[in-house]
Structure formats: structure tokens, C-alpha cells
């Protein structure tokens, strides 16, 4: 069992920055893939970003070149940085670890609430 504890979220303008943070109750070195996805109200739950224990990142689209997703191995915590942030950010975000063995296993935190607004 995985347990995830996310912070960092709250409210921000438009333009602005947050950093998420999620700390996991195991070794992260030994989940295969850590992730952060989104939901806004009326929407599907969409990807953000993720990272794999071997440091292969994927971003959905509508993040690149505003949000970077980082690990601390030590610290077993990853981390979302979100800069330029718009009204449709808005969404409660979600942290994710998936283990891939022996068959795929999904965790997840409980939210966080990121609002952009002026």
C-alpha cells in the first residue's frame, strides 16, 4: 500500500506560480511511474505530468513549457512546478503513483484545490 499526501495548492492569479508537493509513505525509487493529473468541474480526470523511477518525464499538452515535474529520492516527495498560470489551470490536482508489477497497481492522494483567479 501507497499512501500520498499532497500540498501546496491554493489560490493565485493569473500569470502566477505554485508548487505542488506530494510526499509518499514508501521509497519512491520504488514506484515505477509518479504522476500528477488534474480535475476541473464537468471534466474528465486529465494527465499533467509524470516521471518514471528512471527519470523519463511526460507532460500533457496543454502544460509544456509552464509546469516541471521533479523527484527527491531522499525525500521520497515529487514536486509540480507551475509557472504561468492560467484561469483553465484551475482543477483539483491529483497525485499518482503507479507500481507496474506484477500487474499495474494505481494510488492516489487526496487533492488539492489550485484556483486561478483575479
Known amino acids: 500500500q501507497v499512501q500520498l499526501v499532497e500540498s501546496g495548492g491554493g489560490l493565485v492569479q493569473p500569470g502566477g506560480s505554485l508548487r505542488l508537493s506530494c510526499a509518499a509513505s514508501?521509497?519512491?525509487?520504488?514506484?515505477?511511474?509518479m504522476g500528477w493529473y488534474r480535475q476541473a468541474p464537468g471534466k474528465q480526470r486529465e494527465l499533467v505530468a509524470s516521471i518514471t523511477n528512471g527519470d523519463r518525464i511526460n507532460y500533457g499538452d496543454s502544460v509544456k513549457g509552464r509546469f516541471t515535474i521533479s523527484r527527491d529520492n531522499a525525500k521520497n516527495t515529487v514536486f509540480l512546478q507551475m509557472n504561468s498560470l492560467e484561469p483553465e489551470d484551475t482543477a483539483v490536482y491529483y497525485c499518482?503513483?503507479?507500481?507496474?508489477?506484477?500487474?499495474?497497481?494505481?494510488?492516489w492522494g487526496q487533492g488539492t484545490q489550485v484556483t486561478v483567479s483575479s
Open positions: 514508501v521509497n519512491i525509487f520504488s514506484i515505477n511511474v
Open positions: 499518482n503513483a503507479q507500481r507496474l508489477f506484477p500487474e499495474r497497481r494505481d494510488f
